[in-house]
């Protein structure tokens, strides 16, 4: 790990010149990638584990490769060209904690890529477990009328709309510059006749709608936590993460509004991350369903209707 940190600097051109001139295949970058994040000890929290898969990611997906294809890819000889490429990625992961989301303007979520710039969360909710799951078994039959509410680049509107092809799908998004990047995300998967894109404060623009199922992934970070995250973060936009003191600013609205955007047999579903202590600690007497989840995560609950216009009629 010292070595590689001190005979490699990222912000040296004679390294460069270097690394450009000897590392002459794709699986020499994908290395030199993992062991540099590993020196400059970067963050994994954007839907990789750790720097290999994330560098197989970044090297492959920069030069147009897929992601997964086969280990022989590896032994490839990269043109000069493409090898400059790779040392600038590297080294913006690296020294700027740019994560490769950003990089690349891409992030795969539920099995698909979706285009995702600065102004947008990196899609990594875990979510993503309800909709292959068809949020069984809480809804009691497909849903016809779907909203995602806080979208950001869209993928879990998207995400539903595979799941539930029947069913109609509204996202909406405060920031203008995230329901852009939704509408292209929708315009790029031939949605548009099953999704509509709206922009507007939470509930601002849906007077008069119902759905059978609001998922909502809205700002959830207190303030303890935004100040103390990893410089990665501090890449996304803060309008998708912060959240008051508690973290809880906009869940308190969602709680109170959604009953009347709901059908009687409705489900809410929520993401509040670390939040979820200070929800249960508000809201000790409502029944909130917290599914574990296979592959990570936490902070989601369920919690029906009913039980909204029990506690907020």
Not at 7 to 36: K, M, P, Y
Not at 66 to 95: F, N
Request: net charge negative.
């Amino acid at each position: 790990m010292a070595l590689i940190d001190s005979a490699v600097n990222l912000s040296s051109t004679d390294d460069q010149t270097d690394c450009i001139e000897h590392f002459t295949r794709l699986g020499d970058w994908v290395r030199f990638a993992a062991s540099a994040m590993d020196a400059h000890q970067v963050f994994f929290g954007h839907g990789f584990e750790s720097g290999w898969d994330e560098s197989v990611f970044l090297c492959l997906r920069a030069l147009d490769l897929d992601w997964d294809a086969p280990p022989e890819v590896l032994s490839a000889t990269l043109l000069p060209r493409e090898r400059r490429l790779l040392w600038t990625l590297i080294g913006r992961r690296c020294l700027e904690r740019i994560p490769t989301a950003y990089l690349l303007e891409e992030a795969w979520f539920c099995g698909e890529p979706y285009r995702v710039t600065h102004d947008v969360l990196i899609p990594r909710s875990p979510i993503a477990e309800l909709i292959e799951a068809r949020f069984s078994p809480w809804l009691p039959q497909s849903p016809n009328r779907i909203l995602d509410l806080c979208t950001g680049s869209g993928c879990i509107g998207i995400a539903m709309a595979r799941a539930f092809p029947d069913a109609s799908v509204d996202l909406s998004d405060l920031s203008d510059a995230a329901v852009s990047i939704a509408v292209d995300n929708v315009d790029q998967k031939d949605l548009g006749y099953q999704v509509r894109v709206l922009q507007g404060d939470l509930f601002a623009t849906l007077e008069g709608e119902q759905y059978d199922l609001i998922v909502a992934n809205p700002p959830y970070v207190d303030e303890d936590d935004l100040a103390t995250m990893p410089a990665e973060f501090h890449h996304e936009p803060r309008l998708g993460l912060a959240a008051g003191h508690d973290g809880l600013e906009l869940v308190h609205r969602i709680l109170r509004e959604a009953p009347q955007y709901l059908t009687d047999d409705g489900w809410l579903v929520c993401e509040v991350g670390n939040s979820f202590g200070a929800l249960t600690t508000a809201y000790p007497d409502m029944d909130l369903h917290w599914p574990d989840f296979e592959r990570g995560g936490h902070g989601v609950f369920l919690v029906s209707a009913a039980e909204l216009r029990l506690h907020f009629a």
